[in-house]
């Protein structure tokens, strides 16, 4: 049987990393094998390519930077998702194709409709479980800004950001796929909600 591929998505500083540590003991419990991977930089290719997505230093237009994302994708998939997945080992990515869909598609005005033919034609396969980690922009621009020095997306304006959040929120008002964590509560409530969606997921 195929491994489950769970992916995890959110605006910046929305608390995704965070809580992987909920997510491994869940799988922990039920013995499940798993790999944990992120985009970009997730396959052979991927330190290379993420060394160039998030460098302040360049600047990128928006459709190659859309381009390099998903060609950053492909080698993932290629390379690390499918063959898990295809052993039956359970894949977890931190970011998937919806940040391509919500940063170059909503933050960046790209065609959505481009990105998702995109994906048909490279046989991107679809996330069984999607976690989208969600909080007010301001909340969470707040944490990424504490957090560390600021990359080519956090130094973004706010526009950016609630645009992304906005096609996040509409991305999961159309796939039953994607499970909206309300991440601008207590750190123990928001693991107990990411548990409360996998154990559902992994018991259905
Ligand atoms: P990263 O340091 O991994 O940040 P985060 O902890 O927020 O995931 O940086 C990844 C950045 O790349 C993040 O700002 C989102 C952006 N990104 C896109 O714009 N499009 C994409 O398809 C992906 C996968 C990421």
């Known amino acids: 049987m195929k491994g489950k591929f769970i992916t995890l998505e959110g605006i910046e500083g929305s608390g995704k990393s965070t809580n992987l540590e909920s997510i491994k003991s869940v799988l922990d419990q039920k013995k499940i094998e798993y790999v944990i991977t992120r985009e970009p930089g997730g396959g052979p290719l991927g330190s290379h390519l993420r060394k160039l997505l998030l460098d302040k230093e360049h600047s990128i237009s928006p459709s190659v930077e859309m381009l390099l994302m998903m060609a950053d994708r492909k080698d993932h998939v290629d390379n690390l998702i499918n063959p898990n997945l295809n052993k039956g080992i359970c894949v977890i990515s931190d970011r998937y194709l919806d940040s ?7 933050g960046r005005q790209l065609d959505a409709d481009l990105i998702n033919s995109l994906s048909v034609t490279l046989k991107l396969p679809t996330p069984d479980l999607t976690l989208l980690f ?28 609630s645009r992304i959040r906005d ?38």
């Not at 391509?100 to 909503?106: H, L, R």
């Not at 944490?143 to 560390?148: C, K």
């Not at 309300?182 to 693991?191: A, G, R, Y």
């Open 100 to 106: 391509t869909i919500a940063y170059q598609g909503g």
């Open 134 to 161: 969600d909080l007010p922009v301001d909340v969470a621009l707040q944490r990424a800004a504490e957090r560390s020095e600021l990359d080519r997306f956090e130094r973004e304006p706010k526009d950016f950001h």
């Open 167 to 204: 096609s996040y929120l509409e991305l999961a008002s159309n796939n039953h796929r994607i499970k909206t964590v309300d991440s601008s509560k207590d750190t123990k409530l928001v693991s107990k909600q990411v548990e409360k969606y996998l154990s559902e997921f992994l018991n259905a």
